[in-house]
Nanobody, 129 residues
Framework: QVQLVESGGGLVQAGGSLRLSCAAS????????MGWFRQAPGKEREFIAV????????AYADFARGRFTISRDNAKKTTSLQMNTLKAEDTAAYFC??????????????????????WGQGTQVTVSS
């Protein structure tokens, strides 16, 4: 069992940066693949990034590659999403999610919501233009 709580959302101007964090509780955090998703009003939830249990591999959606960076600290049981050069279209509720447990570093295919069994409540990011 993993419980997830996101933080770090807020209001930022276009071109600015935000760092989202996701704190996990549960003894086996290090065995889970962690992902970030987002959902804008009136739109479906979409995949942003995923990182393997070890942190050695990660994968990104096209819109995130080069601007967003996913990371994790297994000792602190946290996952983070550094977001740079934010745009108005990045405005959404951002969710972290856990999949697994899995000790497979091949995570590029884990982009679908149903592959994640645990979700946080979300944190709102609003980018003003």
């Amino acid at each position: 069992q993993v419980q997830l709580v996101e933080s770090g959302g807020g209001l930022v101007q276009a071109g600015g940066s935000l760092r989202l964090s996701c704190a996990a509780s549960g003894r086996t955090f290090s065995g889970y693949v962690m992902g970030w998703f987002r959902q804008a009003p009136g739109k479906e939830r979409e995949f942003i990034a995923v990182i393997s249990w070890s942190g050695r591999t990660a994968a990104y959606a096209d819109f995130a590659r080069g601007r967003f960076t996913i990371s994790r600290d297994n000792a602190k049981k946290t996952t983070s999403l550094q977001m740079n050069t934010l745009k108005a279209e990045d405005t959404a509720a951002y969710f972290c999610a856990a999949s697994g447990p899995s000790y497979n570093d091949l995570v590029s295919g884990l982009t679908r919501q149903y592959e994640y069994g645990y979700w946080g409540q979300g944190t709102q990011v609003t980018v003003s233009s």
